[in-house]
């Protein structure tokens, strides 16, 4: 298995540019969720998935838009970037059973820098 | 609401001594608790959990964490600490539900090993 796979590893964007962070798990797991890392700051939530068509929002929605068309994919877009948006981000994947004591696996990251 | 307190941004220990990685926790019910490490550059790695029974939870590389819910901490332990040990630790907690819960994360504990 790979696990789960993130592209690119890095991007610089311009502000006002749009892209989108891929986000990919082979492990049939329904929940999937996007981070943002910054120092000091730990891990915050941007979005989240219980499985394919469901979304919901996370602790730091603003400026990003998911969506969940199928169970392995879960792409995060930026659709005007701004310098306040230069972090980086994690997906996470995990399986979904009752009560919810089913660690999360991580992928490698995206560095994102916007000037 | 669920939050984590890791209330040490840095701890500094010699290799061969214990260390101990603090962490608080707050939610409404009971908890699932987690701790996960990250290397540079590198995304977040599981190494352990308490879902439920004894309160030491033994997990990956040697560490332990002991569940105390009177004092609602989730403390990480080693008793010899090596300079490999040296990296990012993260505590999470999500409330006991029907699994869907999104994981929330403390800020960080940078953990130093001095050969």
């Known amino acids: 298995n790979a696990g789960v796979t993130q592209t690119p590893k890095f991007q610089v964007l311009k502000t006002g540019q749009s892209m989108t962070l891929q986000c990919a798990q082979d492990m049939n797991h329904e929940y999937m969720s996007w981070y943002r890392q910054d120092p000091g700051m730990g891990l915050r939530l941007i979005h989240y998935s219980v499985g394919a068509g469901i979304t919901d929002q996370g602790e730091v929605p603003n400026g990003y838009n998911v969506s969940r068309s199928t169970t392995e994919d879960f792409p995060l877009r930026l659709l005007s970037a701004a310098p306040s948006q230069t972090s980086v981000y994690f997906c996470?994947?995990?399986?979904?059973?009752?009560?919810?004591?089913?660690?999360?696996?991580f992928g490698p990251g995206t560095r994102l820098t916007v000037l | 609401a669920q939050s984590v307190a890791q209330p040490e941004d840095q701890v500094n220990v010699a290799e061969g001594n214990p260390l101990t990685v603090k962490c608080t926790y707050s939610?409404?019910?009971?908890?699932?608790l987690f701790w996960y490490v990250q290397y540079p550059n590198r995304g977040l790695q599981f190494l352990l959990k308490?879902?439920?029974?004894?309160?030491l939870v033994k997990g990956s590389y040697g560490f332990e964490a002991e569940f105390n819910k009177s004092q609602t901490s989730f403390h990480l332990k080693k008793p010899s600490a090596l300079v490999s040990d040296s990296a990012l630790y993260f505590c999470a907690v999500r409330v006991r539900s029907s699994g869907n819960t999104p994981l929330v994360f403390g800020k960080g504990t940078r953990l130093s090993v001095i050969a």
């Open positions: 939610v409404s019910g009971n908890p699932y």
């Open positions: 308490y879902i439920t029974g004894d309160n």
């Open positions: 996470a994947s995990s399986l979904i059973r009752a009560g919810g004591g089913n660690e999360q696996f």
